[in-house]
C-alpha cells in the first residue's frame, strides 16, 4: 500500500498536518524531525513518555542496593574500623547516594533504548520515507494509505504548506 | 542579560545549497586534518608516552622515584588527580545545570564541555592508579566477591571516591552519548567510508522520528536531573577524603562547598582556554559568540568570589579556633617555604578574576583567555596548598618536613595535560564538536519567529 | 657467597618451610632441606637460646643469642648477668650483624701479584707466615686489641715459644688514665668499678655514664632504679654533669655545669675543698686542704673552669650533706695531656665523700689480660719507620683507621715486608695486608673474657662458621707449631676449644655454658689513700684555632668498630638525630660569627691534617669548643664507607683522628683526646645532613610531658598547671571505642564478645626514666627485620624505624616562626637540662585514625586491642599515615627486602615476621609475633599468658626499664598499675581522643640541686 | 589363554629379589607358571609392595614433582601404618611439622637386611648418609611467607593431618591432592588458599582475626 511523504520547513505545519490526518483516520503516520521540537511531541501519542520509569525505577534500585550492600558486607566479615559501628548509616549514605545516580542514568539510557525503539529498523538504511534531509533541516510527515486516500492527502499535505509531496512507495 | 545576536543571514535560505550550512559548518570541523593539527597530536603523543614510560618504571622500582617523606605520603599525583575533578565538573555542570534553568545558550558549548569531562575524569581516574603503591593489588578496592571472603570498607572516604568517580565517569559518558545520537544520525547521513560504519553503528538507527525525540528529549531531562545533585556530590567527596582525616588544614566542615565552588571555578576556566583557540582555528565564530564567554566569564567571577571567601573562611576558623596545630599550619601556609604556592593561588584565583567586572575585559577574548589559564594553575596550586602545606605541618614538630617534586612526578604531570590535549584533538576529528541539533533547534525556532514576523 | 658455602651452611643449619629470606609467594621451588643429624634439643620452628657474652666494647655484658634452624637472629640480655641484667644497647643489639655481613672473607687471602687479594689455603698461608719469622723472629712484632683471657694468655705463649716480642695491644679507649690514677691515689693499678645502685648523688666528670661511660648499661638501670619516682618521693638520686656539650648524660642530669673541657680536675679538687669544708669526711681530710687542696679555692676554680664559685659552694655542700655520693672520672673525649691527674683528682674527691669501698670498689690488680699503652704503638710505628720489622701480625684492630694519620702508622706499615691481619671482614688494615687469615665472626667463636673483677665471661658459638675461617687462637697456635718443632713442643697440644676449658678447669663448665661465665661480687682490695702524687694541670692543647676540638666517641660507632654495621649507621645520634654521617657542634654564637647555618660545611685545619664536615649549630655546647663524634670517615667497607652506595673508597662523614697530634699522650702514656684547637673556617659548601628530627620545640603539645617535684607532691599548686595531671586520662577499657562496638556488635550476636578476650594489649613508657640511649629502636630493628634504608634515604626521612625517639627542650612554644626549609633552630640553653625523650610508636589507639581511612580495611582493631596492619592486604593509599597523628607509621618506597639485604645479611632475618614488599604500609605490631608465640605456650600448657610472658623487644632489651608492656585488662598487671599513675599518665596527644593503649608517665624535674 | 604351555619349558628367572617377588606373586595366581629363582634373590625382603611403591614413587606419569629419593608415604605411613609424627616430629610443640634427619632414616634402614640396598632409594639415602650431604626435598605443601602457619595449634586441636594434606598413606607419589570443599560465595577455593583455610576456621569457630595468621 502506498505511502506519501510531505516535506516541510516549520514544525508548526508538520504538527497540524499530522492532527488533520489523525482526525481523519489515518493511523499509519510518522514524523521526522531534524531536531527536538515540543509541538511534535504529543501529536502522534499524547501520553507522556515512559522513559521516567525506567529512571525512577533504577534509582530506587540503587539506593537499595547501596545502603544493603555495604550494611551486609561490612557484617558479613565484622572488623572493628576505629571503633565505628559496623552499620555505619551516615557513611554508607554515600555508596547509597552514588548508586542511585548510578543505576538511574543507565536505566535512563535502556529507556531510551527500548522507549524509543533504538537500535531502529536496518540501522538507517534509509526506511520507508526517511531522507537525509531530515537530519538537515527539514521536516518530514509520512502517511500509509489506501490507494483511493492518495490524493486526498496529498491535497492535504500541500494545504499545510508542504514544499513538495512525494510518493515514496507505490 | 544581553539578548541572543540575531543569526546570521545565511540561514534564513536554507534551500540554496543541497545541505543546511549548520551541518556544513560544523561538520566541517571534523574533515581534513591539517599539518599542524597532525604536529599538534603527535607532540601530546610523544609526551604521554614519556609519561607512561615514567609509570612503568615507577611501577617496577617502587614509587620511591616520587619526592615523598616522612610526614608528607601524598604529592603531586593527587594534587592533579583532584585538579582534573575538578576540570571535569564544568562539563556536566553546563549541560545539567544549565539544561535544568534552560539557559539556551549553553547550546553551542554543552556539547565540548561534556567532551571535557569526561577525558578529565579519565585523566583523574588514572591518577589514583599511579597514586598507589601496589597498583597491581589495586582491584582489592572493589567489593567483588572473592575466596578470601574479605570485603572493603564503606567508611573509608577512598571507598567513597572509587563509588563516586566510577559513577561520575558512566554517567558522563552516557550524557555525552545520549546528547550524540542525533548528531551521528547526522553525520551517518553525509559520511561515506569507514566512517560511514562507524556512524551507522554508533547512530542507532536513529531518524529524529517524534517518538525518538520524544523519549529522547525526556532522558536528557531526566539525566540532567541525576547529574546535577551529581556533579555536586563527586567533588564533596574528594574533598572529604582530606575534611574526613585529622589532619590541620583538611579537617574542616567549609571544604566540601568550597570545593565545589572551586571545581566549577576552575572548570569553566578550562572550558574557556580550550574552546577560545578550537574557536579561533575553526571559525566557529557565528557559534560560540563572545556572548557565550561573557556568561562564562561571569560565572567564572562569580565563583571565584566563593572561593575566595572560602580561603579568608579558613584562615578565620584556624585563628579564631585557638587551636595551636591549626593556627601554625596556617600561618606555615602562608609564610612557610611554601608561601609562594599560596599567593600563586591567591593571586590567580581572586586577583585576576577580579578584571572581570568590567564588560570590556570580559568580552576581551585575549584577557579571557589569559586570565583562565591562570585561574587553572591557580586551582592547581590550591590543591598544592591544601595537600602538601597541611601534611608538612602536623601534630607532631619532630617529624615536620619538607616535600619537593622530583621528575618522576613532573613528568606524569606534564603527561596528563598532554594525554588530555590527544583526547580531546581525535574527539574532535571524529564526533562534532558543537551540539549540531541543538543548534538547529534555536536556529529553526528564530526562523520561525521571523516567519511569524513578516506575516 | 659462593654456592658452596651455602650449602655447607644449609647442612648444618637446615631451613624451615618459608624461611623470612623467601621473597613474598614466588612460584620458584622451594627445598625442604632437613638436618643430616639433628641436635636433639632443638625443634624446626623453635628457638634454642645460648648464653654467651657481647664483646662489642670492652664492658663485656651477658647475652642469650636466639637461634632459629640454627641461626643466630637476635642478641637478647641475659637476666642473671650481674653487668647487664637483661638489658642490652644498641651496640650489642647490632652485633649479630656482624655474622651475616657482607663484606666478611670467604676464607684465606693472599695478596698476588696485581696487588688483589686471592683466595689462599690456610696450609700455604700458614706456612708463608711461619717461613717468614722463622727468618727472624726479633724482627716481628704483633698488634692488636683484646682477643678476650684465653686467647690473649695463648697468644703470648706463642710469642714466647717462637720467639717474637710480647704484642702490642692498641684500644683507642683503654681508659688508661684511669688505671694509672687508680695506682696514684690508691696503690692499685687496676680499673675500679663503680657502682650507682643506692646513690644519692652522682657528679659525672665527663665519663658519659649513658654512652660511652666504664659501664653504660648498668649504670643506666642503677641511676634509674636509684631514683625511681614510685620508690622515692623526695626525687632519688640526683645527677650533676660537667662538661662542655650537652651530651646524651647531660641531657638526664639535673644540673649541668658546662665546664671549661679539660678543667675537670681543678673542679673536682674545688668540690672537695668545698665538701670537706661543708663538713664531708668529719674532719678526717682535712689534712688535705692544707695539703693537695690547698690553692683549690672555690674562686680560683670558678675562674679555670667557668663554673660560679657559687655553685662549687652549693655543690660542696651538698655533696657534704649526701648519704651516698660518687663522682665518675673524667671520659676519653676529655682527656687530654693531663688526663691522670684530674682522673686521680675526682678519685680523691670520691674518697672525700665516702664513696670508697662501696660505691667506688678498687678490686685486686688481675694477671693477664692485653694491657695497653698508646706510649708503646707509638713506639712500634718508630721501629717499623726504621725498619726494624719485617712481619707484623694484627688481630682485633683496625690501626690503620683508628691511630691518628699523624701517628704515621700508615707510611711506617708500608715498610713492613709481611703484614698479616685476622681480620674477619675486610677493613682498611687488612686492605693494606699481604695476607689475611680471617677470624670467625663473634657468634661463630669460643672465648672467654674478664671484663672486670668477679665476672668471668663465656664466649660460645652459635652456629656453625658460614666461611673458611678459623679462631684467632687457633691459627696462632698453628704458626707457632708451623714455625719450629721446638715451638711446638712448648706449645699445647690441642686446640684453642681445649686450652680455653682448661683455663676454665676449676668450675663447672657445663653450668657456665647456661650461665654464660661464673660470677661473684667484686671485692673491694684498695688498703691505702694518698693524695700525694696527684697533680692536677691544665690541659696542654696544641694548635692556634679559638675553639677546642672535643673528638667525642660516638654513642654506636665507638671507636669505629661499629661504622660498618649498618644498623649502628641507621640509629640516629640520640643528641643530634643525625645518621650516616659526621657533624660538627657549634654553638648558636659561633655558627653566626663563622656565619654559617645548619649543614654548611666547615674546615678544620691542624698541624695533624684537616677535615671538613658539615656544621650543627646548637644551644647546648659552649662557645669555645667544637664537638666532632669519632667513629665516621672509614673509606672501606660496604656500609662504613660509601662503597655500598656504589661511591666505592668514598669515605663516609671524617676520621676526627685526622686533625689530631699523633703524640697526643698523658702522664702514664695513655692516649689523650683533647689535644688540638684546630683552625675553624667556613668552606663556603653546604651538604643537606640526614637529619631525622625537625625541631626540638614541643609547641606545647601533649608529647613529652614533664611535671615538677613540687606539683607531683601536691605542694605546688602553680606548678601543677605544667604538669600533664589534668589533662589525664586514666585507662578504663570502656573508654576504647572499639571495645564498646565489639561488645554490643558481637553480643547481639552472640559471637564471642569482646568480654571472651581477656587480653587488651597496652604500655606504658615512662619518661623519667627514659635516657634516650636508643637501645630499643635498634632491638626493634632486629626483632622486626626493618630494612637500613640507608644514607639517601635516610637524608629524605624515608627511614623504617618502627619506634622513634623524639627529644624535646622543655615545654617548648608556640611560635609562629615563618617556617624555613631548615628544621628550626636548637632551643637549647647551657645549663637547661630539660630534656624530653619521649620514645614513640604506634599508640594502638582505641579510635584509630588511621582505620577508618583504609579503603580495603588492611588495619583495623582485634579483638585484644592491637591495632593491627596485614601488609599482604595493603594496597598503598598511604592515607593511614597521612591521619596518623603520631607519624609511627612506615612506607615501603622500594622493594627494600631485595635492595637492603646484600647476602647474606638475610640469613639474619626473623622467620618469625614477614619481610614486607614494595608498596606496603607498616608499623609497630607491639611484637605481635612474641604475642601469638607465648599464646601458643600458655595454650599447650593449657593455661592464659602469664604478665609478663610476653616482653616487647623494645621493652626487653631497655637497659633502664622506660617500657612496660602488658594485659590492661588485668588490674594486676604490672602495665596496668603503671598506667594507673593519677598525676604522671597521660596520652600522647590526648585532645584528640584516639585512646590509645599507650600511657606515658611524665617526666620528673627535680629542679637544681639544694645546697 | 590362562595355561602358557610353552613357559612351562623355559622358566621365567628373576634377576632381584625384586623380580623375584613379581614372578612369586604371579605363580601364586597361577600354580602352573613356572619359575626360576635365584637362591641370592629369593629372599622375604624387600617386600613386594615395598617394591611395588618404590616403583610408584618414581613413576613418571604420576602427577607430582620429582623428589630425590623414591619414597613412598603409602609404603611407610599406609602399609607399615609409622605415625606420622614419628618423622614430622615437630608438628605437635613447633610452627613446623619438620622434616625427618637421614639419621632418622638411618635409625630404621641401617637395621635392615642387606638386599634392602637393592632399592635404589635405599641406596641413595645411605649415600647421603655416607656423604653426611641432607636430602633436598621438593617442597609440595607451601605457603606464602605472609602466612603464619601453626602446626602444633592444629595438631593439639586434634586435626587429623590428612586435613590439610589429603590421603598421604595412600600416595606412593606425593602431590598437592585437590580439594574444594569449602566454596564462598558460590566460589570454590583451591587447597592453602585463604579462603579454604578461613572456612574451616568459621566451621570449627577458630579465630577469624586476621594477626592470627598474617603477622
Known amino acids: ?170 | ?455 | 657467597m659462593p654456592e658452596i658455602d651455602r650449602r655447607s651452611f644449609l647442612k648444618l643449619a637446615g631451613v624451615s618451610a618459608g624461611a623470612a629470606a623467601a621473597a613474598g609467594c614466588s612460584d620458584h621451588v622451594e627445598k625442604l632441606i632437613p638436618y643430616v643429624v639433628q641436635p636433639e634439643q632443638m625443634t624446626p620452628g623453635n628457638p634454642v637460646w645460648y648464653a654467651s657474652t657481647c664483646r662489642e666494647c670492652s664492658v663485656g655484658c651477658g647475652v642469650h643469642v636466639k637461634t632459629r634452624e640454627g641461626r643466630p637472629i637476635k642478641l637478647e640480655g641475659n637476666p642473671d648477668h650481674p653487668i647487664n641484667r637483661g638489658a642490652l644497647c644498641a651496640r650489642a643489639q647490632a652485633s649479630v650483624e656482624r655474622t651475616y655481613h657482607p663484606d666478611r672473607y670467604p676464607g684465606p687471602m693472599r695478596r698476588n701479584a696485581a696487588g688483589q687479594l686471592a683466595a689462599a689455603s690456610w696450609d700455604e698461608a700458614l706456612a708463608q707466615v711461619a717461613e717468614a719469622i722463622r727468618a727472624d723472629p726479633a724482627r716481628v712484632r704483633v698488634l692488636g686489641g683484646d682477643p678476650g683471657d684465653t686467647a690473649h694468655a695463648l697468644l703470648e705463649r706463642v710469642a714466647a715459644a717462637t720467639g717474637i716480642a710480647a704484642p702490642v695491644v692498641t684500644q683507642p679507649f683503654a681508659r688508661e688514665a684511669l688505671r694509672a690514677a687508680t695506682e696514684q691515689v690508691f696503690g692499685v693499678a687496676t680499673q675500679p668499678i663503680f657502682d650507682l645502685s643506692g646513690a644519692d648523688l652522682v657528679i659525672d666528670f665527663g665519663s658519659e655514664l649513658f654512652e660511652s661511660g666504664p659501664s653504660p648499661v648498668e649504670h643506666q638501670r642503677q641511676w634509674a632504679d636509684a631514683r625511681d619516682i614510685q620508690a622515692h618521693l623526695e626525687g632519688g638520686a640526683r645527677l650533676v654533669y660537667v662538661g662542655s656539650r650537652l651530651s646524651l648524660t647531660a641531657s638526664s642530669s639535673d644540673e649541668w655545669l658546662a665546664a671549661r673541657p679539660g678543667s675537670e680536675g681543678v673542679l673536682a679538687l674545688a668540690l672537695a675543698r668545698a665538701a670537706i669544708q661543708a663538713g664531708a669526711g668529719a674532719g678526717a681530710y682535712d689534712g688535705l686542704l692544707s695539703g693537695v687542696l690547698a690553692g683549690a679555692s672555690a674562686e680560683a676554680a670558678a675562674q679555670e673552669c667557668d663554673v660560679s664559685a657559687e655553685t662549687i659552694e652549693r655543690l660542696g655542700r651538698a655533696l657534704a650533706k649526701a648519704q651516698a655520693a660518687v663522682a665518675l672520672p673524667p671520659g676519653s673525649a676529655v682527656s687530654s695531656r693531663r688526663a691522670v691527674g684530674s682522673t686521680a683528682a675526682v678519685l680523691l674527691l670520691n674518697q672525700v665523700v665516702g664513696a670508697v669501698g662501696s660505691r667506688l670498689i678498687v678490686p685486686a690488680a688481675q694477671a693477664g689480660g692485653a694491657r695497653s699503652s698508646y706510649r708503646d704503638v707509638l713506639a712500634l710505628i718508630r721501629e717499623m719507620r726504621d725498619e726494624q720489622v719485617d712481619v707484623l701480625l694484627i688481630h682485633h684492630s683496625n690501626p690503620v683507621y683508628a691511630l691518628p694519620a699523624s701517628a704515621g702508622f700508615r707510611d711506617a706499615l708500608a715498610k713492613v715486608r709481611l703484614v698479616v691481619s685476622f681480620a674477619t671482614a675486610k677493613d682498611e688494615t687488612s686492605e693494606k695486608a699481604h695476607l689475611v687469615l680471617p677470624d670467625h665472626a663473634p657468634l661463630e667463636a669460643w672465648g672467654d673474657a674478664r671484663p672486670r673483677a668477679g665476672v668471668r665471661a663465656l664466649v660460645q658459638p652459635t652456629l656453625r662458621p658460614l666461611y673458611d675461617t678459623r679462631a684467632f687462637a687457633d691459627a696462632m697456635l698453628d704458626l707457632g707449631r708451623a714455625v719450629s718443632p721446638a715451638a711446638a713442643a712448648q706449645l699445647p697440644a690441642g686446640s684453642f676449644r681445649s686450652e680455653l676449658e682448661a683455663a676454665w678447669a676449676g668450675v663447672d663448665f657445663r653450668a657456665a655454658q647456661k650461665a654464660g661465665g661464673v660470677f661473684v661480687a667484686p671485692a673491694h682490695a684498695a688498703t691505702g689513700f694518698s693524695a700525694a702524687q696527684i697533680q692536677v694541670a691544665a690541659p696542654v692543647l696544641t694548635g692556634e684555632g679559638e675553639l677546642t676540638l672535643l673528638a667525642f666517641p660516638h654513642p654506636f660507632l665507638g671507636d669505629g668498630s661499629g661504622a660498618n654495621l649498618p644498623l649502628l649507621q641507621e640509629v640516629p645520634d640520640p643528641v643530634t638525630h643525625v645518621a650516616w654521617d659526621s657533624w660538627a657542634e657549634i654553638s648558636l654564637a659561633t655558627a653566626e660569627r663563622l656565619g654559617v647555618e645548619l649543614g654548611d660545611v666547615l674546615r678544620l685545619e691542624s698541624s695533624a691534617g684537616a677535615i671538613e664536615v658539615a656544621a650543627f649549630p646548637r644551644g647546648g655546647i659552649r662557645d669555645d669548643v667544637i664537638a666532632v663524634p669519632t667513629g665516621q670517615g672509614h673509606s672501606v667497607g660496604h656500609f662504613a664507607s660509601k662503597a655500598g652506595q656504589g661511591l666505592p673508597d668514598v669515605a663516609r662523614g671524617v676520621n676526627v683522628a685526622d686533625v689530631l697530634p699523633g703524640d697526643g699522650v698523658d702522664e702514664s702514656g695513655g692516649r689523650a683526646w683533647l689535644t688540638e684547637k684546630p683552625k675553624v673556617t667556613a668552606s663556603g659548601r653546604h651538604r643537606r645532613l640526614p637529619l631525622l628530627q625537625w625541631s626540638d620545640n614541643k609547641r606545647e603539645r601533649q608529647l613529652g610531658e614533664a611535671i615538677t617535684l613540687a606539683a607531683l607532691s601536691g605542694h605546688d599548686e602553680h606548678g601543677a598547671h605544667h604538669g600533664p595531671h589534668e589533662i589525664h586520662k586514666p585507662y578504663d577499657p570502656a573508654a576504647d571505642a572499639a571495645d564498646e562496638q565489639y561488645e554490643r556488635t558481637f553480643h547481639e550476636q552472640g559471637e564471642n564478645s569482646a568480654k571472651a578476650s581477656d587480653y587488651r594489649w597496652g604500655m606504658t613508657v615512662d619518661l623519667d626514666r627514659c635516657t634516650g640511649c636508643s637501645a630499643c629502636i635498634a632491638a626493634c630493628y632486629v626483632e622486626n627485620n626493618l630494612p637500613r634504608v640507608g644514607e639517601d634515604e635516610t637524608r629524605l626521612v624515608r627511614q623504617m624505624a618502627w619506634l622513634r625517639i623524639d627529644r624535646w627542650v622543655g615545654e617548648g612554644e608556640p611560635v609562629l616562626e615563618a617556617g624555613r626549609v631548615h628544621p628550626s633552630k636548637s632551643r637549647e640553653r647551657l645549663g637547661d637540662t630539660d630534656i624530653r625523650n619521649a620514645p614513640i610508636m604506634c599508640q594502638h589507639c582505641g579510635a584509630a585514625p588511621c582505620e577508618p581511612v583504609c579503603p580495603v580495611i588492611a588495619t583495623y582493631h582485634n579483638e585484644e586491642g592491637l591495632n593491627a596492619m596485614i601488609y599482604n592486604r595493603c594496597i598503598g593509599t598511604r592515607y593511614c599515615a597521612n591521619n596518623c597523628p603520631y607519624k609511627v607509621r612506615r612506607y615501603n618506597y622500594w622493594d627494600h627486602q631485595l635492595t637492603k639485604w646484600p647476602a647474606p645479611m638475610e640469613l639474619g632475618l626473623n622467620p618469625d615476621v614477614t619481610v614486607r614488599g614494595q608498596g606496603v604500609m607498616e608499623k609497630c605490631t607491639f611484637c605481635v609475633q612474641r604475642v601469638q608465640y607465648a599464646r601458643q605456650q600458655a595454650k599447650n600448657a593449657g593455661g592464659k599468658i602469664a604478665d609478663g610472658a610476653v616482653q616487647t623487644a623494645c621493652q626487653q632489651s631497655c637497659p633502664s626499664n622506660v617500657i612496660t608492656f602488658g594485659n590492661l585488662r588485668d588490674p594486676q598487671s604490672e602495665a596496668s598499675k603503671k598506667a594507673a599513675d593519677p598525676k604522671r599518665g597521660y596520652h600522647a596527644l590526648h585532645v584528640l581522643n584516639t585512646r590509645p593503649a599507650v600511657t606515658y608517665l611524665s617526666k620528673v624535674i627535680r629542679g637544681k640541686i639544694e645546697g | ?215
Request: charged share 15%; proline share 6%.
Open chain 4, 1 to 215: 589363554m590362562l595355561f602358557a604351555p610353552a613357559a612351562a619349558d623355559e622358566p621365567q628367572s628373576a634377576a632381584s629379589v625384586c623380580e623375584a617377588q613379581e614372578l612369586k606373586a604371579k605363580q601364586a595366581k597361577n600354580p602352573a607358571l613356572a619359575i626360576q629363582i635365584p637362591p641370592e634373590f629369593d629372599k622375604a625382603w624387600p617386600s613386594l609392595d615395598a617394591c611395588r611403591s618404590h616403583e610408584a614413587a618414581w613413576d613418571e606419569e604420576a602427577e607430582g614433582p620429582k623428589q630425590p629419593i623414591p619414597f613412598s608415604h603409602k609404603h611407610h605411613a599406609g602399609s607399615f601404618g609409622i605415625d606420622c609424627q614419628y618423622c614430622h616430629s615437630g608438628t605437635d610443640r613447633s610452627r613446623a611439622a619438620g622434616v625427618p634427619s637421614v639419621e632418622l632414616c638411618m635409625g630404621c634402614h641401617s637395621q635392615f637386611p642387606a638386599e634392602y640396598d637393592q632399592l635404589e632409594g635405599v641406596q641413595i639415602l645411605k649415600q647421603h648418609w655416607d656423604e653426611k650431604r641432607p636430602i633436598e626435598w621438593v617442597q609440595i605443601h607451601r605457603l606464602p611467607e605472609h602466612v603464619k602457619f601453626q602446626h602444633q595449634a592444629h595438631v593439639r586441636a586434634g586435626f587429623d593431618c590428612q586435613t590439610c594434606h589429603g590421603p598421604v598413606e595412600e600416595l606412593d607419589k606425593l602431590y598437592l591432592v585437590p580439594d574444594t570443599r569449602w566454596w564462598q560465595y558460590g566460589l570454590p577455593t583451591q587447597k592453602l588458599e585463604m579462603g579454604w583455610c578461613v572456612m574451616c576456621h568459621r566451621d570449627n569457630g577458630a579465630s577469624q582475626d586476621c594477626l592470627t595468621c598474617h603477622y
Open chain 2, 1 to 455: 542579560m544581553t539578548p541572543p545576536p540575531a543569526l546570521p543571514a545565511a540561514l534564513e535560505h536554507p534551500h540554496e545549497t543541497s545541505d543546511s550550512k549548520i551541518n556544513r559548518d560544523l561538520l566541517s570541523v571534523m574533515d581534513g586534518v591539517s599539518p599542524g593539527y597532525f604536529l599538534l597530536l603527535g607532540t601530546t603523543i610523544l609526551v604521554v608516552t614519556a609519561a607512561a614510560l615514567t609509570w612503568i618504571y615507577q611501577i617496577y622500582i617502587g614509587l620511591g622515584i616520587a619526592g615523598y617523606t616522612h610526614p608528607v605520603f601524598w604529592g603531586v599525583y593527587i594534587v592533579t588527580f583532584v585538579f582534573w575533578i575538578g576540570i571535569a565538573h564544568a562539563g556536566t555542570l553546563i549541560s545539567a545545570i544549565l539544561f535544568l534553568f534552560r539557559a539556551k545558550w549553553r547550546n553551542s558549548i554543552n556539547r565540548s564541555a561534556e567532551a571535557m569531562t569526561v577525558m578529565a575524569v579519565m585523566t583523574a581516574g588514572m591518577f589514583l592508579g599511579i597514586h598507589v603503591g601496589r597498583i597491581w593489588k589495586a582491584y582489592f578496592i572493589l567489593p567483588y566477591p572473592n575466596q578470601r571472603g574479605l570485603w572493603v570498607n564503606f567508611r573509608s572516604p577512598l571507598e567513597w571516591d572509587t563509588f563516586a568517580i566510577s559513577t561520575y565517569a558512566t554517567t558522563s559518558i552516557v550524557f555525552l552519548f545520549i546528547g550524540l545520537i542525533p548528531d551521528i544520525a547526522i553525520a551517518r547521513d553525509r559520511y561515506a567510508g569507514w566512517r560511514k560504519l562507524l556512524y551507522t553503528g554508533l547512530a542507532l538507527g536513529w531518524q529524529g522520528t517524534a517518538r525518538q525525540w520524544k523519549a529522547h528529549s525526556r532522558s536528557v531531562l531526566h539525566l540532567s536531573g541525576l547529574a546535577t545533585p551529581l556533579v555536586l556530590s563527586v567533588h564533596s567527596v574528594v574533598s572529604w577524603d582530606f575534611a574526613m582525616s585529622i589532619v590541620p588544614g583538611w579537617h574542616a566542615t567549609i571544604f566540601a562547598p568550597y570545593f565545589v565552588a572551586g571545581a566549577i571555578f576552575s572548570g569553566f576556566a578550562m572550558v574557556l582556554t580550550v574552546m577560545i583557540p578550537v574557536r579561533r582555528v575553526f571559525g566557529l565564530e557565528e557559534y560560540i559568540t563572545n556572548y557565550h564567554f561573557e556568561n562564562m566569564a561571569r560565572l567564572i567571577l562569580l565563583t571565584s568570589l566563593i572561593v575566595g571567601y572560602a580561603y579568608v573562611t579558613e584562615y578565620f576558623v584556624a585563628w579564631y579556633s585557638g587551636v595551636e596545630a591549626e593556627q601554625s599550619a596556617f600561618w606555615f601556609r602562608a609564610f612557610g617555604p611554601y608561601w609562594f604556592s599560596t599567593w600563586t593561588m591567591i593571586t590567580c584565583n581572586v586577583v585576576f578574576p577580579q578584571l572581570f567586572w568590567f564588560k570590556r575585559l570580559r568580552t576581551h577574548v585575549p584577557t579571557l583567555f589569559v586570565v583562565s589559564t591562570f585561574v587553572n594553575i591557580g586551582m592547581w596550586f590550591e590543591r598544592y596548598v591544601i595537600i602538601i602545606t597541611s601534611l608538612g605541618r602536623e601534630y607532631d614538630p619532630a617529624v615536620w618536613g619538607i616535600y619537593t617534586p622530583t621528575w618522576a612526578e613532573l613528568t606524569i604531570f606534564a603527561g596528563s595535560f598532554a594525554f588530555f590535549a590527544m583526547l580531546f584533538l581525535i574527539f574532535m576529528k571524529l564526533l562534532p564538536v558543537v551540539a549540531i541539533y541543538e543548534v538547529k533547534e534555536l536556529a529553526i525556532h528564530e526562523r520561525a519567529h521571523a516567519a511569524e514576523g513578516a506575516h
Open chain 1, 1 to 170: 500500500m502506498p505511502s506519501l511523504q510531505g516535506v516541510f520547513d516549520a514544525p508548526g505545519p508538520v504538527a497540524e498536518a499530522a492532527k488533520r490526518l489523525k482526525n481523519r483516520g489515518f493511523s499509519d503516520l510518522e514524523i521526522y524531525a531534524p531536531a527536538p521540537f515540543p509541538e511534535l511531541d504529543d501529536v502522534l501519542d499524547p501520553k507522556p513518555s515512559r522513559v521516567r520509569v525506567y529512571t525512577l525505577g533504577g534509582g530506587l534500585l540503587g539506593v537499595v542496593t547501596g545502603y544493603a550492600m555495604a550494611i551486609w558486607m561490612s557484617n558479613d566479615w565484622p572488623a572493628m574500623i576505629g571503633g565505628k559501628p559496623f552499620a555505619a548509616i551516615p557513611t554508607y549514605t554515600v555508596i547509597g547516594f552514588e548508586l542511585t545516580i548510578l543505576f538511574g542514568a543507565l536505566a535512563t539510557l535502556l529507556g531510551l533504548l527500548l522507549v524509543g525503539r533504538l537500535p531502529y529498523g536496518s540501522f538507517g538504511k534509509n526506511d520507508k520515507g526517511y531522507d537525509k534531509r531530515f537530519s538537515s533541516e527539514e521536516f518530514g510527515l509520512v502517511v500509509g494509505c489506501r490507494e483511493r486516500d492518495v490524493a486526498e492527502v496529498d491535497a492535504l499535505l500541500r494545504a499545510h504548506h508542504a514544499k513538495e509531496v512525494n510518493l515514496v512507495e507505490a
